[in-house]
């Protein structure tokens, strides 16, 4: 039994199912490694934004209809080019507005683990396998720090791992983008 609210409903899952086993949901883990970045980088929320969609995406009609609606301004607003749309993609702004209209779906399972093994990748500073997975992050230019700290690389392969143990993520967990 996977659940956002373990181990709090603990005593109601025994009482129905005796010695079951409880874990949290992906939501969980994904604020794990959010917890580990640091958050004054200059790339924290374009890594923020990456990592979410490593766990689920906008579904596509709902994505094209808002894309229309944009481009054609029957959204309450003026109309946008493509370059403003993109513009406007890459911030919180987005999310407040958009967010609202879109469903979202899981990325599939095998396709989510690979996912954050490239999200690593691309925000990493420093590999132990240039040639395989070579760094493709950067520095801070203003702190000169990276964006993960020493645990990150942990809560990303235990989120693997839990992934690859509970095979049913659509069914535990609720997805937050």
């Known amino acids: 039994m996977c659940s956002n609210a373990w181990p709090n409903e603990a005593a109601f899952w025994d009482l129905l199912f005796v010695n079951s086993e409880g874990r949290l949901g992906l939501f969980h ?19 923020i ?46 999310k407040q507005r958009c967010d609202k209209c879109m469903q979202k779906e899981m990325t599939p399972l095998h396709t989510m683990t ?4 490239d999200w690593f990748d691309a925000f990493k500073c420093m590999s132990s396998d240039e040639e395989c997975r070579p760094a493709k992050g950067r520095k801070d230019p203003i702190a000169d720090e990276t964006l993960f700290t020493s645990e990150t690389k942990e809560a990303i392969s235990e989120c693997k791992k839990r992934l690859l143990i509970c095979r049913i993520p659509h069914l535990w967990i609720r997805c937050m983008m």
């Open 114 to 117: 690979n996912m954050l093994g």
């Open 29 to 47: 883990h994904m604020q794990r490694m959010t917890n580990t970045l640091k958050k004054r980088h200059i790339d924290h929320h374009v890594a």
């Open 49 to 94: 934004t990456r990592l979410a969609n490593c766990i689920c995406h906008c579904n596509v009609t709902d994505h094209d209809n808002l894309l229309k609606t944009s481009k054609e301004g029957t959204l309450p607003g003026v109309k946008h080019s493509d370059l403003e749309i993109n513009d406007l993609k890459n911030t919180r702004m987005f």
